[in-house]
């Protein structure tokens, strides 16, 4: 994935990581406002915008993650289209759970600059072991939800676990959401890594793209732990 550079050419650097991230996350915020607002004055759009977002966001970051390159261009748009999906759905929960949006963005955040201050403290180390476990359990999440999907098509049911608000549901969630959050690590460890090698510039694009996407999953899943516990009280 790296190639390093001559001394003279310009390479990935840490602030230009940081302010594309902002940027992609300003992208999604902004994205996810207008889904918000729309959904609210017109609830048929929720359906369309939580497909059409979900689906152009997995288009745009499978092309990605094989093209690297494209993510100056893919990653904007990857923003904007889970912006779309992240509104609507942010909506439904919303009026299910009145403050649960601001809990699962105040949580994303801080888990993200708690596991950034162990990963630069030296406190979490990204080992072989570590990122091989982070790795196959990400897999297995992804194979599982495809899974879901799948049979749900054919018998418009879904795995009870996934959605059960009881302990094994909620267990379930956090498990994911563990799963989710220490991706975190292993994308700070790749830009780390960019930065030391002097990677292209255009890098600083694919670093922030892969800190937004693993961003966005993990809201959605503090999101649906925190229904699941909601549903509880």
């Known amino acids: 994935m790296f190639r390093a550079l001559p001394a003279s050419a ?76 992240i509104g609507s759905v942010s909506v439904f929960f919303e009026q299910r759970f009145h403050g649960i949006v601001v809990q699962t963005v105040c949580l994303t955040f801080s888990v993200m600059f708690a596991l950034l201050a162990g990963y630069q403290s030296g406190f979490i180390r990204v080992s072989q072991t570590f990122r091989s476990m982070i790795v196959a359990a990400t897999a297995g999440v992804v194979l599982l939800y495809l899974g879901n999907l799948v049979f749900s098509l054919f018998s418009h049911h879904s795995f009870g676990f996934l959605e059960d608000a009881g302990p094994v549901g909620i267990g379930f969630g956090i498990l994911v959401a563990t799963v989710a959050a220490l991706n975190l690590v292993i994308d700070f460890e790749f830009i780390d890594q960019g930065v030391q090698v002097r990677a292209p510039q255009w890098m600083e694009w694919y670093g922030a793209f892969a800190l937004t996407v693993t961003l ?17 009280d």
């Open 216 to 232: 966005v999953w993990l809201y959605l899943e503090i999101l649906r732990l925190l229904s699941k516990i909601r549903r509880n």
């Open 10 to 85: 310009r390479a990935m650097t840490m602030q230009g990581v940081v302010g594309r991230t902002l940027l992609l996350l300003a992208l999604v915020a902004g994205s996810a406002a207008f889904s918000w607002r729309a959904c609210l004055h017109e609830p048929a759009l929720a359906a369309p915008f939580a497909f059409g977002g979900a689906f152009s966001g997995f288009i745009l970051a499978l092309a990605t993650t094989f093209r690297p390159a494209w993510s100056r261009v893919s990653g904007p748009l990857y923003a904007l289209a889970e912006g779309l999906f």
